[in-house]
């Protein structure tokens, strides 16, 4: 037996060989929970099989079969494949959520895997860990957020961002390997206001990283290159530096066993060029860069294609490959997305190789059309990760390279080190976040009165109420007109329905009738067509044209997410999408509309 010396060094005193010749270095670099203190690990469902799905729609199935009073508890555990265990009894939580008024409302997006945006019904009683104290901050406003890990068994490739909340397993699925999520913003609880009565956010920065940050890149000292400073261009350096292939090499060892730790800048400019590189990166992650619209790839295929076995070879991903055996080239198949590098095909992102992930969750499915465009926005999205993670390297090789580009030195942060001289520092985020992360604040009020928002009935928002009155019977009960008004203005923050308020709910029911959200029979409405495609085909062309404002020009998306709104849904998911791309295409050839590129209008006179 051959033995090997080693030499256990604080603070993680490994028991085997391990390169510790960056570990100081390393450990100059602030702890990511030092940068962003407010984090927590992604939520754990314990049955994503019943509470997350593609669509609302199946969520919902599912849960008025649990909710049905005429099946007993074991009924619905055995229908739904619901287990108990010392903490979750079916019996509870079906009398939990019965008390819940509205419980579509519950529904919300959830980042599942990378790229991977499903919908989930959130609430304590169906869902075994919200974490609601740090997810609340993804779901009162507008926000953003970075997503890593602590531990990782193998290669550290795991960082992503996201706008919704998240689950432990969306970067990788391997034992240890929890998801944690860091809000960049924090929303005040709904009952804080400021003296005006707003709500102000504040950014989830460090003070003592803050003041360090503003410490290291002010040389020479510059007043309005820090105060430029934003939060966001702190988390685009964040997201820069771990996406450094050499930071990523060279610190290998540690970033399995802890949070990632992140060097300080040596210069504002270095900084400045990382948070542009790291700006982009977060736009192609998160879907929303510009670049996304040049597709590289070209599919081949029926119109809704389903997903059996994907494999890639020729530079194809195929989703229809037949088998072979382990180790052997792939066969090419029939439908596929070509024009797809070796490299894009195998990168990686947490524990998941994203082209392949994407596609083999979806094996049995039908993709519809929003599906085929939005892989192929992803397939974009790596292929320009690839290209930056390259460019952030070289950026840092232009300012010194590792670790001379960086200001961390040798000694760790600690308070003695990190202690600068308040008037030596220029402070950072003086202003309040952009402008669209800023909600608009609540008028001001008695202190006794509610903190809800009542807007004027003059100014209530036509197709807002649409919406609402949509989820309002889209539990399936009927409801008497005169509680649906009541049920309305209690919605709205009014404690008593006044004739005003009154007047203008009725003609939203009435309007809503009409436009076949719902039905009217004696006086009891009840839900009329639950999804787009349950329309009759020629009443929703009636309806899409009736939706257009008069002969104006309109982008295809705007007026796809009009007519949804014109009849009650505030989203427009891809079966949505589908299905008036259908109309507008069938309305085009018969002539009602007329095309010009992506805009669309009204044939007829002006």
């Known amino acids: 037996m051959e033995w090997s010396s080693i030499r256990p060094e604080t603070p993680y005193y490994f028991f085997i060989p391990k390169n510790l010749d960056f570990l100081a270095e390393y450990q100059a670099g602030w702890p990511i929970t030092g940068v962003m203190p407010t984090y927590v690990n992604g939520i754990v469902t314990a049955r994503d099989g019943f509470v997350i799905d593609f669509e609302d729609e199946v969520i919902e199935d599912r849960v008025r079969v649990f909710l049905d009073e005429k099946r007993s508890d074991a009924k619905v555990g055995e229908e739904l494949g619901l287990s108990e265990n010392y903490a979750w009894r079916v019996r509870d939580a079906r009398r939990e959520l019965r008390g819940v008024r509205n419980w579509p409302r519950l529904l919300t997006d959830i980042l599942y895997r990378p ?27 507008r926000n953003l957020a ?8 193998g290669e550290f490739r795991h960082v992503g961002v996201t706008r919704d909340i998240i689950n432990d397993c969306t970067l990788s699925l391997a034992t240890k390997e929890r998801t944690y999520l860091f809000p960049l913003f924090l929303y005040p609880d709904e009952n804080t206001t400021d003296l005006l009565g707003g709500q102000q956010l504040s950014p989830n920065i460090g003070a003592d990283f803050a003041r360090v940050l503003s410490a290291a890149i002010a040389v020479p000292r510059n007043r309005e290159v820090l105060q430029a400073i934003t939060p966001e261009d702190v988390l685009n350096y964040v997201y820069a530096v771990f996406h450094s292939p050499g930071y990523r090499s060279r610190y290998s060892e540690f970033l399995k066993i802890d949070f990632p730790r992140l060097p300080l800048p040596g210069s504002a400019d270095l900084f400045r060029d990382l948070a542009r590189l790291g700006g982009e990166l977060v736009g192609l992650h998160l879907l929303e860069s510009p670049m996304l619209a040049k597709f590289i790839t070209t599919y081949v295929g029926p119109k809704n294609p389903e997903v059996s076995r994907v494999a890639w070879s020729d530079d194809t991903v195929w989703l229809d490959a037949a088998s072979t055996k382990k180790g052997q080239r792939a066969t090419p198949g029939t439908v596929g997305f070509g024009g797809i590098p070796e490299a894009v095909w195998n990168f990686h992102i947490g524990g998941y190789q994203v ?17 085929i465009d939005h892989y192929q926005r992803v397939v974009v999205a790596l292929s320009e990760t690839i290209r930056l993670m390259k460019e952030i390297d070289e950026v840092i090789d232009k300012h010194g390279g590792w670790p001379a580009a ?3 030195g040798v000694t760790p942060p600690t308070a003695e080190a990190s202690a600068v001289r308040e008037a030596e520092v220029i402070p950072l985020f003086p202003d309040t976040p952009s402008k669209e992360y800023v909600r608009e604040a609540p008028p001001l009020r008695k202190v006794a009165e ?6 004027d009935p003059d100014e209530l928002d036509r197709e807002d109420l649409m919406c609402r009155i949509r989820q309002l019977f889209s539990v399936g009960e009927e409801r008497e007109r005169e509680t649906a008004i009541d049920v309305l203005a209690r919605e709205l923050g009014y404690e008593r329905t006044g004739p005003r308020i009154h007047e203008e709910l009725d003609n939203a029911l009435r309007t ?7 039905i009217a029979s004696g006086g009891v409405l009840k839900l009329d067509v639950r999804r787009i495609e349950d329309y009759d085909r020629a009443i929703l062309k009636e309806l899409f044209l009736a939706s257009l404002q008069g002969r104006v020009w309109t982008e295809r998306e705007d007026a796809i997410r009009g007519l949804a709104r014109w009849v009650g849904f505030r989203r427009t998911g891809a079966a949505i999408d589908e299905e008036v791309r259908s109309v507008i295409n069938g309305l085009i050839r018969e002539g009602p509309l007329e095309s010009a590129g992506g805009l ?6 002006d």
């Open 512 to 518: 809503a009738v009409r436009r076949g959200i719902v």
């Open 600 to 605: 669309i209008r009204r044939t007829g006179g």
């Open 355 to 371: 082209c392949e992930k994407w596609l083999k969750d979806r094996k049995g499915r039908k993709l519809l059309k929003a599906d």
């Open 450 to 455: 509610p903190t809800v928002e009542r807007p």
């Open 406 to 408: 960086f200001a961390t």
């Open 146 to 153: 970075l997503c890593t890990n602590r531990y990782v068994n």
């Open 115 to 141: 790229f991977d945006i499903r919908r989930i019904i959130y609430h304590d009683s169906v869902v075994w860990r919200t974490r609601s104290g740090v997810m609340r901050h993804m779901m009162a406003g």
